[in-house]
């Protein structure tokens, strides 16, 4: 069959959609673009926000427009959390939410032997990581998902319903699929999961992320280790020196924050303060005085007042981050954040929003110009108008012009040389 596939939502999302299309490639069908008529289109879905399960829904009519017959199998969270409602939309054939999909492949081959298919399970009581592998992804840099499910619940948050509870992957298998990558030629591995400082704690031997991470010694192919969101209040001094030790470790940390404020974290029922935070990022540029802190911040929670708001914006100039990523709050059902007093309307979370996005934007070109006058190795890409672009270890974006052989895949040092809009400029220091 020819199959088309779509994702939305988070890097989870995009490696569990690699690894059903190769789990189907394998068997014999074809992958197509999503916009050529298809047999069978697989959406990955996410319901981290209103918004996001919108996108989900219209990535679905759409595929019904462009090929009404064919079957649509809907996975992921929105799948997890809204099956029945899901297997009312037009031309789905399938839900399949966030577990069993190595089963993929037996199911969309019945597809014309039934006519709706719910696949979607109970997560209460799993326990076994579904071990599904990705061995094909771009030219320059891999994902390894090795973590999933949440046990933080957070007041706002969807996820753990969705997602279930901790599942780590075995450091055999991460160590195999490392081994995988490294022999495909992959320079760059990213560590994924859905609460990534959380793996481990499910397994019986005594393991934490930095095993993970020790599961590259001796790939010499593997020159980068990226790894995804981290909690800030579990990264101690000891924790960070080994980071720090790790020549393959990227020196960019995503610390996800969600609000500067001491009050709304309280309601947010994060579990650290500001005051915890600002010491983790010590503790990092104290080790790694270059490194890139990057984050995630909501604005406009339940109850959020503009001093609070304010002191959010404060706390994220005093941090000086390499990059944010903004979100209005967004209300999910079933989540105590949902019945929380104080709603802000939309307007006012998309003025707070510009905002903070107009603050992260400045912080990341003052980031970026600080590389100005160095030489920084560049995982390179692809071209695009005559440009090579890639990105340093601390996820710059740089191009260089006027070069004629192809430089995907290649690490090269690059002296930065200026800072546009969106990325930094530089030429490539040639050894002789």
């Known amino acids: 069959m020819r199959i088309a596939y779509a994702t939305l939502g988070c890097k989870v999302n995009q490696y569990d959609t690699q690894a059903m299309r190769e789990l189907l490639e394998n068997a014999g069908h074809t992958s197509v673009a999503f916009d050529e008529p298809a047999d069978v289109y697989v959406i990955n879905t996410c319901a981290v926000t209103q918004t996001g399960e919108k996108k989900s829904r219209q990535m679905i009519s759409r595929a019904h427009a462009l090929s009404p017959d064919a079957k649509i199998v809907v996975a992921g969270c929105y799948a997890q959390r809204a099956a029945k409602e899901v297997l009312l939309l037009p031309g789905v054939a399938l839900a399949i939410g966030t577990k069993d999909r190595s089963s993929i492949v037996s199911l969309v081959e019945m597809l014309d032997k039934e006519k709706a298919i719910n696949a979607v399970g109970s997560l209460r009581q799993e326990k076994a990581f579904e071990e599904m592998s990705v061995t094909r992804e771009g030219r320059t840099r891999a994902h390894i998902k090795i973590q999933e499910g949440c046990d933080r619940y957070c007041t706002y948050c969807i996820i753990p319903y969705t997602r279930g509870p901790l599942r780590s992957r075995a450091l055999a298998d991460i160590r195999k699929q490392m081994e995988l990558l490294a022999a495909a030629g992959y320079q760059e591995i990213v560590l994924t999961g859905i609460h990534l400082m959380s793996y481990g704690k499910d397994l019986p031997e005594d393991v934490t992320l930095l095993h993970a991470i020790k599961q590259a010694e001796g790939l010499d192919t593997i020159r980068r280790i990226r790894l995804g969101s981290l909690e800030p209040q579990l990264l101690d001094e000891a924790y960070v020196k080994e980071l720090a030790g790790n020549d393959k470790v990227c020196k960019q940390f995503h610390l996800s924050l969600q609000s500067g404020s001491a009050s709304v974290l309280r309601r947010m029922n ?28 909501i604005v406009g929670f339940p109850g959020e007042t503009e001093r609070e708001f304010r002191e959010t914006m404060d706390f994220a100039a005093e941090i000086g981050f390499a990059r944010i990523h903004v979100f209005p709050y967004s209300r999910r059902e079933g989540t105590p954040a949902s019945a929380m007093e104080g709603q802000l309307p939309r307007s006012e979370k998309t003025k707070r929003a510009s905002a903070l996005i107009a603050l992260g934007e400045d912080m990341e070109k003052a980031y970026a110009a600080r590389l100005i006058g160095s030489v920084r190795d560049v995982l390179f890409e692809d071209c695009v108008q005559g440009e090579w672009q890639g990105y340093t270890d601390t996820y710059v974006h740089v191009r260089v012009s006027g070069e004629k052989e192809d430089l995907a895949g290649r690490m090269i040092p690059v002296f930065i040389t200026g800072l546009q809009e969106k990325h930094v400029t530089g030429v490539l220091q040639r050894t002789c």
């Not at 994060?270 to 990057?294: E, F, G, K, S």
């Open 270 to 297: 994060r579990r650290y303060t500001p005051d915890v935070y600002r010491a983790c990022v010590r503790l990092l540029r104290q080790a790694m005085p270059d490194c890139a802190i990057t984050t995630d911040i």
